[in-house]
T-cell receptor, first 113, second 111 residues
Framework: AQTVTQSQPEMSVQEAETVTLSCTYD???????LFWYKQPPSRQMILVIR??????QNATENRFSVNFQKAAKSFSLKISDSQLGDTAMYFC??????????FGGGTRVLVKP | DTEVTQTPKHLVMGMTNKKSLKCEQH?????MYWYKQKAKKPPELMFV???????INESVPSRFSPECPNSSLLNLHLHALQPEDSALYLC??????????FGPGTRLTVL
């Protein structure tokens, strides 16, 4: 069974600074996808960024980037130039072949003005 | 149309009531999901429908009954719920590569 671990329950960051969220996973699969989802207090789960395991290049979406280390089974998310609207729960998620998405426990990010 | 919609946004029900949650998507996705989410926890998978057939049931109690009338609609029928069933219920649909798109959820309170 796959497991996803987010070791930081909560993090706070000053507006305009950078914060990095960690995620590790355990799998014997070689082909899979990894995602970071954001869930603000308004509760809608929004996809932030995705990474295909076969791609060596790290994904980037505007201020969000990942550091994907396949051998280490690590998938961290960096939020640059943090904005107040980035305050949310962030979930790392793993998707092997098939339909079952496995979530990490979540990291609550608080951006302070 | 690139969204998943859910109704109602909020639902309060007694333990003897029967109610239904509805989910709709028009992105042509052929897999749809129900999740249950407690506060500050990740979503827990309940059911998966693939091509309108139930493909995964995560040992959910029978007081939750899913239904997929067509490729765009997903219902969750609720009956004789318990207070511990109070939670946010999320619907999602996915593309062929598995990437899931979530609805805004229904906040359910069981009295």
């Amino acid at each position: 069974a796959q497991t996803v671990t987010q070791s930081q329950p909560e993090m706070s960051v000053q507006e305009a600074e950078t914060v990095t969220l960690s995620c590790t996973y355990d799998t014997s699969e070689s082909n899979y996808y990894l995602f970071w989802y954001k869930q603000p207090p308004s509760r809608q789960m929004i996809l932030v960024i995705r990474q295909e395991a076969y791609k060596q290049q790290n994904a980037t979406e505007n201020r969000f980037s990942v550091n994907f280390q396949k051998a280490a089974k690590s998938f961290s998310l960096k939020i640059s130039d943090s904005q107040l609207g980035d305050t949310a729960m962030y979930f790392c998620a793993f998707l092997p072949a098939g339909n079952k998405l496995t979530f990490g426990g979540g990291t609550r990010v608080l951006v302070k003005p | 149309d690139t969204e998943v919609t859910q109704t109602p946004k909020h639902l309060v029900m007694g333990m003897t009531n029967k109610k239904s949650l509805k989910c709709e998507q028009h992105m042509g996705h052929r897999a749809m999901y129900w999740y249950k989410q407690k506060a500050k926890k990740p979503p827990e998978l309940m059911f998966v429908y693939s091509y309108e057939k139930l493909s995964i049931n995560e040992s959910v109690p029978s007081r939750f009954s899913p239904e997929c009338p067509n490729s765009s609609l997903l219902n969750l029928h609720l009956h004789a719920l318990q207070p511990e069933d109070s939670a946010l219920y999320l619907c999602a649909s996915s593309r062929s590569d598995g990437e899931q798109f979530f609805g805004p959820g229904t906040r359910l309170t069981v009295l």
